[in-house]
């Protein structure tokens, strides 16, 4: 079995090479991101030009996510060696932004002593150092280390969610958004969501007009909010190393498994990220119980993991992509297909809800269902989902049919979408409205691609018309 769940990669300085770029997609890469918090502007732009020339130069189909930065608030930058915060030492936090070091933090926020309270416990990073504030004056806060730790960069400084007044998006995410969509990116992740409202303020067009948005779940309030969430974006991201600072680490792993599971149920894709490989910034190799936890996240049903330092700035970008498509491969192997589409059944039955069971999405539910046993039961050689905006081939992907996704569509913004979704390989076709027109078509690519050949028992699964708001035809056949 090739490998289902996908693969995301961020790319920095590490890995923006072009011969880096190659080594990586050949390695696995299905998404690249693009972190907007570090770095310029500029450099991000010519990073995404650079992805988009080598992935064409190598006829390989890879998404490209730009993660906004949000209200994040970061300290100045810390030396290129970084600084030791040791256990049970006193530091200050002063706003500025000339430099950090491990007596001094200073914090890109002008506000940052106004938002801080005596007692707070402040994580740095993804919480590889942590402060517990004693004191806050006009002119700094002085805390003691609780947890000590080397910070490199500009990492984040933690300020409780329900405190900060900063909105999300910030203007600042819009104006450099503005710019990758007109160069036509194909997903956009926002950070520090806390409710529906500010994924609706990001304000592009409905995907796959627009990029596909994802909303990172990080907050508290996101997680209280998460229906609303889900309903306003188009994926969604575990983001666990800011989750982590706002929730007991005890809570962290039955959180990532909610959120997943309904996520999926909603037809949406869930990327889980944050430490995955994370020894492999500095290591050949990871760690056992990072194998564990990538292996973990597949079998809740992820539609994909995602690396971030180990690409963006680690010294082994290329083995980190390679080990965690291993790792993702053998866990797809092994996962319980059967158990989570009945699993994903019984959460789409929602009493409260006539639409999911009377409207578009309940005859979609009913019609993937009935695809996903035709293919247990009759052993399809492959599905061709036949789609214009994805929401076939997405509603098809949740249920994870233990064959190969061919994801095919009129529209090359939406196959660029579905490099994200689980299990699925996109395809353009020509764009004739004809149901047999297009059936063939499919097929053809299909045939031209190696996934199907003459006799192939297949699915065909559409909607009975190019802009059908439902997923209402299955068809089984076998290919001339």
């Not at 998006?169 to 926002?190: I, N, Q």
Request: hydrophobic share 40%.
């Amino acid at each position: 079995m090739e490998r289902r769940t996908k693969i995301i990669a961020t790319i920095g300085p590490a890995s923006d090479s072009e011969s880096e770029l190659r080594k990586i997609i050949d390695a696995g890469m299905d998404v690249a991101r693009l972190g907007l918090a570090h770095g310029t502007l500029d450099e991000a732009i010519e990073r995404f030009k650079r992805i988009r020339q080598v992935a064409a130069d190598l006829s390989k189909r890879v998404g490209i996510l730009v993660d906004l930065p949000g209200p994040k608030i970061r300290s100045a930058a810390f030396s290129d060696e970084g600084s030791e915060l040791v256990k049970d030492s006193e530091i200050s936090i002063v706003p500025g932004s000339r430099g950090s070091d491990e007596k001094v933090i200073e914090v890109e926020y002008e506000n940052v002593l106004n938002d801080l309270l005596p007692g707070d416990v402040i994580p740095f990073g993804d919480g590889q150092v942590v402060v517990r504030v004693e004191n806050v004056s006009a002119s700094g806060a002085t805390g003691i280390v609780t947890s000590g730790g080397r910070l490199h960069g500009r990492p984040g400084i933690r300020i409780p969610s329900e405190r900060l007044s900063l909105p999300t998006p910030t203007d600042s995410d819009l104006r450099k958004l503005d710019a990758f969509v007109e160069l036509g990116v194909d997903m956009v992740a926002v950070s520090y969501v806390r409710s529906a409202h500010d994924v609706r303020r990001v304000g592009t067009e409905p995907h796959p007009r627009g990029p596909l948005v994802v909303a990172k779940i990080e907050t508290r309030a996101a997680v209280e909010n998460l229906k609303g969430i889900i309903e306003a974006s188009a994926g969604i991201m575990v983001a666990r190393g800011d989750l982590g600072t706002e929730f007991d680490l005890a809570d962290l792993p039955h959180l990532q498994k909610k959120i997943i599971a309904e996520c999926i149920a909603g037809g949406l894709p869930v990327i889980t990220a944050t430490q995955m490989l994370d020894s492999m910034i500095q290591n050949s190799s990871p760690t056992r119980a990072e194998a564990s936890d990538v292996a973990n996240a597949v079998f809740d049903g992820t539609s994909a993991v995602m690396l971030s330092g180990e690409t963006a700035i680690g010294e082994y970008p290329v083995e980190s992509v390679e080990t965690m498509s291993r790792i993702a491969q053998r866990a797809d192997e092994a996962f319980d297909y059967e158990r989570w589409a009945e699993r994903v059944a019984q959460l789409r039955q929602d009493p409260e809800d006539e639409s999911s069971s009377n409207g578009s999405e309940g005859i979609t539910d009913a019609m993937t269902l009935a695809t996903w046993r035709a293919a247990n039961e009759l052993d399809l050689a492959a599905l061709l989902c036949i789609s214009g905006s994805g929401f076939t081939v997405r509603s098809m992907a949740r249920f994870r049919p233990n064959v190969p996704i061919l994801g095919m569509t009129m529209d090359d913004r939406t196959a660029q979408q579905l490099t994200l979704s689980w299990g699925v390989t996109p395809y353009t076709i020509t764009s004739e409205l004809g149901y047999e027109t297009r059936i063939e078509n499919a097929i053809n690519v299909a045939i031209a691609e190696g996934h199907v050949k003459s006799n192939d028992l297949i699915g065909v699964l559409a909607g009975i018309t190019g802009d059908s708001p439902a997923t209402d035809v299955l068809r089984i056949m076998r290919v001339p």
